[in-house]
């Protein structure tokens, strides 16, 4: 029986060559494993909104006491809100803003969406939760309809919410901007 010396070094290269896909495999996977760190994308040219995002901080330890309120930031901006819906859309990644929560009937929710509202009713609602907070708010000046946008969050990024006119529950009055609301 004749050895050859091109066994043992077709026998060490492939046997290389498994290790650095082994290697580079598990070297992917540790890559893959960690998250993100969690991150908040501002829309260019908006305006922090330090009050409300403490209010709305706040009305969360009103809520649960105990637990830590989520990351939460609020902003607003001139820009329509139908333009900030489809770029926060475009930034994590979905095909746009569907018109409606039923997608034209679809049986899937999608990720992105458009409704309607109404600020009286919206307001009305959380009026047992500003006297706990001791927020002297006055919803009745909380009127007219609105229309918003939910985009929700990904591993890393926060459920978005758009909406214009806007309650300023800080200054009790609707404010013609779009609001950006984004928590985890």
């Known amino acids: 029986m004749e050895i050859s010396l091109k066994t043992p070094i077709r026998t060490l290269f492939v046997a290389a060559v498994a290790a650095m896909l082994l290697f580079a495999g598990c070297k992917r996977e540790e890559n893959y494993s960690e998250p993100e760190a969690f991150s908040f994308v501002v829309y260019p040219g908006s305006k922090y909104l330090g009050e409300m995002t403490e209010a709305t901080k706040n009305a969360h330890r009103v809520i649960n006491p105990g637990q830590e309120p989520p990351p939460t930031a609020i902003y607003d901006t001139d820009a329509p809100m139908e333009q900030v819906a489809e770029y926060y859309a475009k930034e994590y ?44 708010t006055d919803v009745s000046k909380a009127t007219g309809l609105y229309k918003a946008a939910d985009i929700q969050g990904r591993p890393n990024r926060p459920r978005v919410t758009v909406q214009r006119p806007y309650f300023d529950l800080t200054k009790s009055q609707v404010v013609d901007r779009t609001l950006i609301l984004m928590s985890r």
């Open 93 to 136: 990644g979905y095909n746009g803003v569907a018109p409606d929560m039923t997608n034209n009937l679809n049986a899937a929710k999608p990720p992105a969406y458009y409704r309607t509202g109404d600020l009286a009713t919206d307001n009305k609602g959380i009026e047992p939760l500003l006297k706990k907070m001791n927020m002297p």
